[in-house]
């Protein structure tokens, strides 16, 4: 007889195994956890002998993974409401950037900011996105601009790790967005934060990844080229903001340093979805910016399907193009949208989700030896989590077994 500290049972499991088909179901299924580790999920009746401090009965509810937003800017200084009225008007994304506004308008707010208020700041973000079941998120710096203030930015996030249940997994984004006192030196830039920045974020083990911002009113190929030879000189991963304004062809560059994951893709073409094909890297959709921006290019499903690249989905919460904590919209604005499936939705913030940020060893799925990440619903079946807009219909969450 093992000893766990507490067994659910009487449940409907999604696990989303490798080892199962489909969504990994399991009827009348059991998940045990021991020391915030699963030890046992699946068949109540091919459970080991399991001895159980406590034992919940879900009452044939489903669970599921906890859910992981692989993509947000959740830290920042201020908002960008003025610029929605702009953009009511007329003006779009590019204009704005290009006329000062934008990322660095964020990034002054976000300068003004302390450590405390930014983290303030973002916790009623982060609580929206717990209350619909998230168990893991990303948070990029990228508002900073500056080492002081994105080695804060960087800092609110871990912070937000330890101020509430919930693992937070942190990105450095220098490469976001020129700053003012670099307006005509872009190249300059890179270079501080290739031999400035990373190196000193690396030595205090402030990020767990490097991200950067293709795009022409970005950074070009060769500069993001550039900042990610200086992340893999200093051990980080990469993953980068790619095609999602124009092709670049920045998928295939993130592709060619063996990138976690590429983001966006509306713009991504066949050459980029080999590259991440033959590279292993995620495909991150992000429905709520194409939705907010009023994108009309669809990222390429089918391809990236046909290709088996394995697809992300994420809020991409930031101030400016997707002022969104919703991770069961961003399911149904993926089904809507851009015509994922149901199984491709739910994976897609569980499984997909946890490989994009390098946890699938650890998360992501319901297997033995994962954190025991939970999310219990109250739904009959599992389409209702994708089909509903603005209907929370969480039972209740786990993280890390408790
Ligand atoms: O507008 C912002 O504040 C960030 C926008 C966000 N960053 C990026 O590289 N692409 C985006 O959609
Ligand atoms: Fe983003």
């Known amino acids: 007889m093992a000893h766990c500290d507490r067994i659910w049972r009487n449940a409907r499991l999604a696990t989303f195994a490798p080892d199962r088909p489909g969504i990994g179901e399991v009827d009348n299924g059991i998940v045990a956890a021991k020391?915030?580790?699963?030890?046992?999920?699946?068949?109540?009746?091919?459970?080991?002998?399991?001895?159980?401090?406590?034992?919940?009965?879900?009452?044939?509810?489903?669970?599921?993974?906890?859910?992981?937003?692989?993509?947000?800017?959740?830290?920042?200084?201020?908002?960008?409401?003025?610029?929605?009225?702009?953009?009511?008007?007329?003006?779009?994304?590019?204009?704005?950037?290009?006329?000062?506004?934008?990322?660095?308008?964020?990034?002054?707010?976000?300068?003004?900011?302390?450590?405390?208020?930014?983290?303030?700041?973002?916790?009623?973000?982060?609580?929206?996105?717990?209350?619909?079941?998230?168990?893991?998120?990303?948070?990029?710096?990228?508002?900073?601009?500056?080492?002081?203030?994105?080695?804060?930015?960087?800092?609110?996030?871990?912070?937000?790790?330890?101020?509430?249940?919930?693992?937070?997994?942190?990105?450095?984004?220098?490469?976001?967005?020129?700053?003012?006192?670099?307006?005509?030196?872009?190249?300059?830039?890179i270079q501080t934060v290739a031999d400035e920045m990373i190196p000193a974020i690396a030595a205090e083990g402030l990020a767990d990844a490097v991200d950067a911002f293709c795009e022409g009113i970005g950074f070009s190929p060769a500069q993001v080229d550039r900042i990610f030879s200086a992340a893999r000189a200093h051990g980080l991963p990469v993953k980068l903001h790619a095609e999602q304004l124009s092709n670049l062809h920045g998928a295939a560059l993130a592709a060619s340093f063996g990138a976690l994951s590429a983001d966006h893709l509306e713009f991504l073409d066949m050459d980029g979805i080999a590259a991440m094909a033959r590279a292993g890297t995620t495909a991150v959709l992000l429905p709520g910016a194409y939705y907010f921006v009023r994108e009309t290019k669809l990222p390429p499903v089918e391809a990236l399907r046909a290709a088996r690249v394995p697809i992300a989905l994420a809020t991409d919460c930031n101030p400016g193009t997707s002022p969104l904590t919703s991770p069961l919209l961003?399911?149904?604005?993926?089904?809507?949208?851009?015509?994922?499936?149901?199984?491709?939705?739910?994976?897609?913030?569980?499984?997909?989700?946890?490989?994009?940020?390098?946890m699938l060893d650890r998360a992501g799925t319901l297997e033995a030896g994962k954190r025991c990440d939970l999310a219990i619903w109250d739904v009959e079946r599992l389409a209702e989590l994708v089909y509903r807009m603005g209907f929370n219909p969480l039972h209740a969450r786990i993280w890390s077994g408790r």
Not at 95 to 114: F, K
Not at 330 to 358: D, K, Q, Y
């Open 35 to 189: 020391d915030g580790l699963i030890v046992y999920a699946g068949p109540a009746g091919d459970a080991p002998a399991l001895d159980a401090a406590d034992i919940v009965d879900c009452g044939g509810r489903w669970i599921t993974p906890g859910l992981i937003d692989c993509h947000t800017h959740l830290v920042h200084g201020g908002d960008r409401a003025h610029e929605f009225e702009l953009r009511l008007a007329g003006a779009s994304y590019e204009e704005i950037a290009r006329a000062g506004g934008g990322i660095v308008s964020t990034m002054r707010a976000t300068r003004a900011a302390t450590e405390a208020e930014l983290v303030a700041a973002a916790l009623p973000r982060l609580d929206a996105l717990i209350a619909e079941g998230v168990t893991t998120v990303e948070i990029k710096s990228g508002y900073g601009l500056a080492l002081d203030h994105e080695i804060k930015q960087l800092r609110a996030g871990r912070r937000l790790g330890r101020e509430r249940p919930v693992t937070v997994a942190t990105t450095f984004l220098g490469a976001h967005a020129l700053p003012p006192e670099y307006a005509d030196d872009a190249d300059a830039y």
């Open 330 to 358: 961003v399911m149904n604005m993926a089904a809507t949208l851009f015509r994922l499936t149901v199984p491709e939705c739910l994976a897609g913030m569980t499984r997909e989700a946890a490989r994009a940020l390098g």
